[in-house]
């Protein structure tokens, strides 16, 4: 009987937070101009350094915008020809309609994955989504009556789930436009499980607007830390976790380097350090 209970607990959770998502509506107004695949500096290519080992990212853009094309990962650590990543982005009407992944598998055959871009029709960014026959990698995003992001939702599950629930991070910003906490609520549970606090330099953030650039530079410690990267104005010098469960307190202090007013240098703890080439 008690553990029938519990079970039955444990679905009604399930079952209540399936509606998370009911409510995202169409924002009237949006200020994040996630979707639009440019920087607002355009980067040649990023070095990033961890555990001595240098990995390239090559950048390649659509015309004379800012407007990403491709990027070529290649790795220093598996020097082998099939070792690497190619993203290729694909536009229509100046958003992002997909984004295909190709990685070679250990027989080094090329496995492409698909991530396809949804937009609401005021233009901003509704979800983005991958599935292949097993499972679903899917992120969904909520806007704020202010027009920007407030919320963003994570799922990956078996595509046979019928039932199942996000991982929540909520946001919360400042006067200069900058994600000051994210609150983060676990896919089991219905309280908010951990805290994110960012400060700030004054220096304009080059990747504004890019999702996703979490793929090419080591922001920290999982969700919480990607968003300031690809939604705030200017660029992340500290970052704070506090994990409720156990009252556990973490702080990232990142070293920021520029040069000419651009950000060139990233980095957190000794083994961690990113330079971007202009």
Do not use: W
């Amino acid at each position: 009987m008690f553990f029938s209970c519990k079970k039955k607990k444990h679905e009604d959770v399930l079952q209540t937070n399936q509606d998370q998502i009911a409510e995202i509506k169409d924002p009237i107004v949006y200020y994040d101009t996630l979707g639009k695949g440019d920087f607002r500096d355009k980067i040649r290519y990023i070095k990033r350094n961890q555990y001595g080992f240098n990995n390239f990212y090559f950048f390649e853009y659509d015309g004379q915008s800012n407007r990403v094309k491709t990027i070529i990962y290649e790795p220093q650590r598996h020097p082998q020809s099939c070792a690497g990543a190619k993203y290729d982005f694909f536009y229509v009407r100046d958003k992002i309609d997909r984004l295909e992944v190709g990685e070679p598998t250990s027989a080094c055959a090329i496995n492409v994955r698909t991530f396809k871009y949804n937009y609401f029709l005021s233009g901003a960014l509704k979800s983005i989504v991958q599935q292949d026959a097993y499972n679903i990698n899917e992120i969904i995003f909520s806007y704020s009556s202010n027009g920007r992001v407030d919320k963003i939702f994570y799922s990956y599950r078996p595509v046979t789930l019928t039932r199942f629930r996000y991982i929540e991070t909520s946001y919360s910003y400042n006067s200069k436009g900058n994600v000051t906490e994210i609150k983060r609520q676990e896919s089991y549970s219905n309280t908010i499980s951990q805290i994110t606090n960012f400060e700030y330099d004054s220096i304009p953030n080059p990747f504004k607007g890019f999702y996703g650039i979490r793929n090419f530079i080591p922001t920290g410690v999982g969700y919480e830390s990607e968003g300031p990267f690809f939604l705030s104005e200017n660029n992340v010098r500290r970052t704070t976790y506090k994990y409720l469960e156990n009252n556990n307190v973490q702080i990232y202090p990142y070293l920021l380097s520029y040069t000419n007013s651009r950000l060139s240098e990233f980095g957190y703890f000794d083994q961690y350090r990113t330079y971007f080439y202009y």
